[in-house]
């Protein structure tokens, strides 16, 4: 049976702490439908009606684009071990980076990483839960590595290059600012790869 919430309570909450693993769900009114899988331990409850994720480089910035459109995101937990539930927080999303406003606020939550990007945060309007007995039981066996090499061996530039080159713009030719928005001094806290190792 599937149950509605108005805030995200300690019971969800506990539930969330338990997970490796999360999904994002964002589109606009034409075009695709992006869906993404998130790890890494990049995900935080900042109060009962407000999340954030650190979002890291990778080969496309669907969010980014999509919620400067339209702000609507889905974010889903589905309980591959322990507890069968299916956790979704309904609300509007934000993109935040080096040099926005909120961004130094939104950053001590993290331990940012190499190839961190921005930051998502979600304001939640609703939050669901229902069964997951048709989800498959997995075994996590832990977080890869792959991601963060790739980005401490890019290196600053490296990464601000491949920014350029694969973030600008979506699948669907909308544009993300991720160029525009940032400059050398805002990406040095972003990628700061003494400060976070």
Wanted: hydrophobic share 35%; charged share 20%; net charge negative.
């Amino acid at each position: 049976m599937s149950k509605l919430y108005e805030s995200i309570t300690s019971e969800l909450q506990e539930f969330i702490h338990h997970q490796n693993m999360f999904f994002t769900a964002t589109a606009i009114a034409t075009g695709r439908v992006n869906v993404s899988p998130k790890g890494m331990d990049c995900f935080r409850i900042l109060d009962d009606r407000t999340v954030a994720y650190l979002d890291l480089t990778g080969s496309g910035n669907e969010t980014s684009a999509h919620l400067l459109v339209d702000p609507r995101i889905t974010i889903m937990f589905c309980g591959f071990e322990h507890k069968p539930w299916i956790l979704r927080l309904y609300g509007n999303g934000t993109v935040v980076r080096p040099g926005d406003a909120d961004w130094a606020t939104l950053e001590t939550n993290f331990q940012l990483l190499p190839g961190t990007r921005q930051i998502v945060q979600l304001r939640v309007e609703l939050a669901q839960t229902s069964c997951g007995l048709g989800v498959p039981e997995y075994e996590f066996l832990g977080q890869r590595s792959a991601l963060i090499e790739w980005a401490e061996k890019k290196g600053e530039s490296g990464i601000q290059q491949y920014w350029k080159d694969k973030n600008q713009v979506s699948i669907d030719g909308l544009p993300t600012r991720i160029s525009q928005d940032l400059n050398s001094q805002d990406l040095k806290l972003g990628l700061d790869l003494d400060r976070n190792p």
